[in-house]
């Protein structure tokens, strides 16, 4: 086979593939770092029919303590509803919010079940670690409700407030990313 010949037929594959990518989305989870944390992008950055917290829907997120413990664990909990919603999914970061540490991971997220997974974000500093949705926890019943579980565990140094940036997608189930609804969130949990 010519290197003219292979190198068509590795462009086709890559094509095919990229293709592929694109009308499946991010359903099996986003990439890492589009929560909007410190100036960070969100899922609009796809999913551009509407801005940011623009639907009638809701997000939540439960169980961040007003004031950490150092070391302490704790059971968090997303709650997303928006009425129409076919696929959803999260995703979730912890980092220091000021100081010398901000935008540094604070803590560890760790899934509370096969429904969350966490990935690291490689490129930023000490790996802040993102939690978000799997495939089958993406998928919205009727009601328009999805919720997943994840555990905190605060940093071993109370080096100050803690930023928890949450962003959503609410997915209208047509495979493309027009007509989702986005929302995004933080919530600030102080050192004890």
């Known amino acids: 086979m010519s290197v003219l010949r292979l190198a068509a037929v590795v462009l086709?594959?890559?094509?095919?593939?990229?293709?592929?990518?694109?009308?499946?989305?991010y359903s099996a989870g986003p990439p890492?770092?589009?929560?909007?944390?410190?100036?960070?992008?969100?899922?609009?950055?796809?999913?551009?029919?509407?801005?940011?917290?623009?639907?009638k829907g809701e997000l939540t997120l439960t169980g961040v303590p007003d004031v950490y413990v150092p070391g302490d664990k704790y059971d968090l909990t997303v709650e997303f509803v928006e009425e129409g919603m076919k696929k959803g999914g999260f995703e979730l970061s912890a980092r220091f919010a000021e100081g010398d540490a901000a935008g540094t991971k604070a803590g560890s997220l760790t899934p509370s079940d096969a429904r969350v997974q966490v990935f690291p974000d490689r490129r930023a500093q000490m790996m802040t670690p993102y939690a978000m949705h799997t495939l089958e926890s993406g998928v919205a019943p009727e009601d328009g409700?999805?919720?997943?579980?994840?555990?905190?565990?605060?940093?071993?140094?109370g080096n100050g407030p803690v930023a928890f940036n949450l962003a959503a997608n609410a997915g209208n189930g047509d495979e493309t990313p027009t007509g989702d609804?986005?929302?995004v969130k933080e919530i600030t949990s102080k050192a004890n």
């Open 32 to 55: 890492v770092a589009k929560n909007g944390g410190f100036g960070g992008a969100t899922c609009v950055e796809c999913h551009n029919s509407f801005v940011e917290n623009e639907g």
């Open 181 to 183: 609804y986005v929302y």
């Open 12 to 25: 086709a594959g890559s094509t095919i593939s990229l293709a592929t990518t694109i009308s499946a989305g």
């Open 145 to 157: 409700r999805l919720s997943w579980s994840v555990q905190w565990t605060a940093p071993e140094v």
